[in-house]
């Protein structure tokens, strides 16, 4: 079993940054690919960012990439998600997930935070 608790969303202006955490807790030990994902209202729930728990690899969807930063830090079992450069867009609430697996789809992850909202405005 792994908990993750998300926080640091809020409302913000275009333009601007904000930085999401995640805190793990559980059996982090077992090595899971940790990723982000937002829905926004009416829309399904999409693949952010993700990286991998041991080496450190990341990945990023098109709409994000070079714009937002996701990292760990293994000793303290946080993931962050460093979002820069925003727009009304992406306004929605973000999520921290678990698998066990690489996966960019929301079916193929076991462990769901609560979610924390981002709101843009223009």
């Known amino acids: 079993q792994v908990q993750l608790v998300e926080s640091g969303g809020g409302s913000v202006q275009a333009g601007d940054s904000l930085t999401l955490s995640c805190a793990a807790s559980g059996r982090t030990s077992r090595g899971y690919f940790m990723a982000w994902f937002r829905q926004a209202p009416g829309k399904e729930r999409e693949f952010v960012a993700g990286?991998?728990?041991?080496?450190?690899?990341?990945d990023y969807s098109d709409s994000v990439k070079d714009r937002f930063t996701v990292s760990r830090d293994k000793a303290e079992n946080m993931v962050w998600l460093q979002m820069n450069s925003l727009t009304p867009t992406d306004t929605a609430v973000y999520y921290c997930a678990a698998a066990l697996q690489v996966s960019k789809i929301a079916a193929g992850f076991d462990y769901w935070g609560q979610g924390t909202q981002v709101t843009v405005s223009s």
């Open positions: 990286i991998r728990w041991w080496s450190g690899i990341t």
